[in-house]
C-alpha cells in the first residue's frame, strides 16, 4: 500500500463525478500530445489514455512511476520519472495539452516553469488551490493581483472552470480546489520588447508592492519616464495592468536599443 508523502503534495482524486468533469473539460482525441504532470496512482491517467490512446506522464515519486509502468505498456504511456519542475517540456514536441492535478506546495514555481514552453503548448488544465487560481486569474486593483496574474496573462487566456471540495481528495487537503484552462493568446496581445526585462521589472515591482511605482521601479525609470509614459508614479504596482507592464518595459528597452 502506498502511503502518501506529504512532500510531494500528494492528495489523490477520488471522486469520480470531479475525475469525468475533469476529462469532459480537456476533451482528449487520438492522436494528441496529452502530457499528465503528476499521475500519481493514475486516477485521470485511465480516463485520458482511454480517449487519447496515448499518454506521456511525468512522475517524481519513483514508488508511482514503476506502478504505471508496470500497468500499462510503453506504447501506450510514456512515464517521465522526474521533477516537472526542471523538466523540459519543449523536447516533447509542439501542440502540447498539459494536464494535471499539481502538487500544490510546488505550484507556483511549476506554473512560472510552465509559462516558458508557451509557445509549445495548445492548452494546459490544471487542479489547483483556489487560492491560487484566484491569483492567476485577478485583475489589476484587487487583492490577489500580483506577479503571478501578470506573468500568466500576458501569454495565456485564464479561464477558471470549477471549484472542488476538499473531500473529492484523498487525504482531503486542508484547503479548497479549482480547476482552470489556461490558453496561450495566438498573437500576444501586449508584446514586451525583451521579455527578461519585463519579468525583471514585474519581480522588481511586486517584491516592493507596498511602495509607489516611483521607488519600486526606480531602478529602471526616472521621473520624467513617468510623465513620458502618462503613468502616475505614486500608484502602486498592482493598480498597474498587464498592457501597462510591457509598455513601462518597453520605454526602458528602447532606451538600451
Ligand atoms: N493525478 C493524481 C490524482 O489526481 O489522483 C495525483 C495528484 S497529486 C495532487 C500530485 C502528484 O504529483 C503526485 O503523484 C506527486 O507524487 C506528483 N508530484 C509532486 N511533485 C512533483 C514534481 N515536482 N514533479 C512531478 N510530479 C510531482
Same mark, same amino acid.
Given at each position: 500500500?502506498?502511503?502518501?508523502?506529504? !512532500?510531494?503534495?500528494?492528495?489523490?482524486?477520488?471522486?469520480? !463525478?470531479?475525475?469525468?468533469?475533469? %476529462?469532459?473539460?480537456?476533451?482528449?482525441?487520438?492522436?494528441?500530445?496529452?502530457?499528465?504532470?503528476?499521475?500519481?496512482?493514475?486516477?485521470? =491517467?485511465?480516463?485520458?489514455?482511454?480517449? +487519447?490512446?496515448?499518454? =506521456?506522464?511525468?512522475?517524481?515519486? !519513483?514508488?508511482?512511476? &514503476?506502478?504505471?509502468?508496470?500497468?500499462?505498456?510503453?506504447?501506450?504511456?510514456?512515464? *517521465?520519472? +522526474?521533477?516537472?519542475?526542471?523538466?523540459?517540456?519543449? &523536447?516533447?514536441?509542439?501542440?502540447?495539452?498539459? $494536464?494535471?492535478?499539481?502538487?500544490?506546495?510546488?505550484? =507556483?514555481?511549476?506554473?512560472?516553469?510552465?509559462?516558458?514552453?508557451?509557445?509549445?503548448?495548445?492548452?494546459?488544465?490544471?487542479?489547483?488551490? #483556489?487560492?491560487? %487560481?484566484?491569483?492567476?486569474?485577478?485583475?489589476?486593483?484587487?487583492?490577489?493581483?500580483?506577479?503571478?496574474?501578470?506573468?500568466?496573462?500576458?501569454?495565456?487566456?485564464?479561464?477558471?472552470?470549477?471549484?472542488?471540495?476538499?473531500?473529492?481528495? #484523498?487525504?482531503?487537503?486542508?484547503?479548497?480546489?479549482?480547476? %482552470?484552462?489556461? %490558453?496561450? *493568446?495566438?498573437?500576444?496581445?501586449?508584446? @514586451?520588447?525583451?521579455? @527578461?526585462?519585463?519579468?525583471?521589472?514585474?519581480?522588481?515591482?511586486?517584491?516592493?508592492?507596498?511602495?509607489?511605482?516611483?521607488?519600486?521601479?526606480?531602478?529602471?525609470?526616472?521621473? +520624467?519616464?513617468?510623465?513620458?509614459?502618462?503613468?502616475?508614479?505614486?500608484?502602486?504596482?498592482?493598480?498597474?495592468?498587464?498592457?501597462?507592464?510591457?509598455?513601462? @518595459?518597453?520605454? $526602458?528597452?528602447?532606451?538600451?536599443?
Amino acid at each position: 500500500m502506498h502511503i502518501p508523502r506529504k !512532500r510531494f503534495g500528494q492528495h489523490f482524486l477520488v471522486e469520480p !463525478r470531479v475525475i469525468a468533469r475533469i %476529462v469532459e473539460a480537456v476533451e482528449p482525441r487520438p492522436g494528441e500530445r496529452v502530457v499528465e504532470i503528476g499521475p500519481g496512482h493514475g486516477a485521470l =491517467t485511465a480516463p485520458l489514455l482511454e480517449r +487519447a490512446g496515448h499518454l =506521456t506522464v511525468v512522475e517524481i515519486d !519513483r514508488d508511482l512511476a &514503476a506502478a504505471l509502468r508496470a500497468r500499462y505498456p510503453e506504447e501506450q504511456l510514456a512515464v *517521465h520519472c +522526474a521533477d516537472a519542475l526542471r523538466f523540459d517540456f519543449g &523536447a516533447l514536441g509542439a501542440g502540447l495539452r498539459l $494536464v494535471g492535478n499539481l502538487p500544490y506546495n510546488v505550484s =507556483t514555481p511549476l506554473l512560472f516553469h510552465l509559462e516558458r514552453f508557451a509557445s509549445q503548448v495548445r492548452d494546459m488544465h490544471f487542479m489547483l488551490q #483556489k487560492e491560487v %487560481v484566484d491569483r492567476m486569474a485577478a485583475g489589476a486593483g484587487t487583492a490577489h493581483y500580483g506577479r503571478l496574474s501578470v506573468a500568466l496573462q500576458y501569454r495565456f487566456r485564464i479561464e477558471r472552470l470549477f471549484d472542488v471540495a476538499p473531500h473529492a481528495f #484523498k487525504p482531503a487537503p486542508q484547503v479548497h480546489s479549482a480547476f %482552470v484552462r489556461l %490558453v496561450p *493568446h495566438p498573437c500576444l496581445p501586449h508584446p @514586451a520588447r525583451s521579455e @527578461a526585462l519585463f519579468r525583471k521589472m514585474v519581480t522588481a515591482a511586486f517584491s516592493q508592492r507596498r511602495k509607489m511605482l516611483r521607488n519600486a521601479l526606480g531602478a529602471f525609470l526616472k521621473e +520624467a519616464d513617468w510623465a513620458a509614459l502618462g503613468i502616475d508614479p505614486r500608484l502602486r504596482p498592482e493598480m498597474l495592468g498587464v498592457d501597462a507592464f510591457v509598455a513601462a @518595459a518597453n520605454f $526602458v528597452a528602447e532606451r538600451w536599443d
